[in-house]
């Protein structure tokens, strides 16, 4: 593992792990918490990193962003 990773880089693994985990209507103690680390690591990520960014790693590549970041 590399000892000089990013914010940025740590923060959207720690999101792609989280949100493998997360249920719509939580039940239990474990899925609520799930659910609530998802929703801040969310917001970081959106206020950090613009809403552009939270697309992209949301849809896997769905969106096409050209070189003003303006969407098409």
Do not use: W
Not at 12 to 36: A, C, G, I, N, Q
Request: glycine share 2%.
């Amino acid at each position: 593992m590399e000892k000089n990773r990013s914010l940025k880089l740590r923060l959207t693994d720690e999101f792609d792990d989280v949100r493998s985990k997360v249920m719509r209507d939580p039940r239990t103690r474990e899925e609520l918490l799930d659910r609530h680390k998802y929703h801040r690591l969310e917001d970081i990520i959106k206020k950090r990193y613009g809403t552009n960014y939270f697309l992209r790693i949301t849809n896997h590549g769905c969106i096409i962003i050209d070189q003003a970041d303006d969407l098409r």
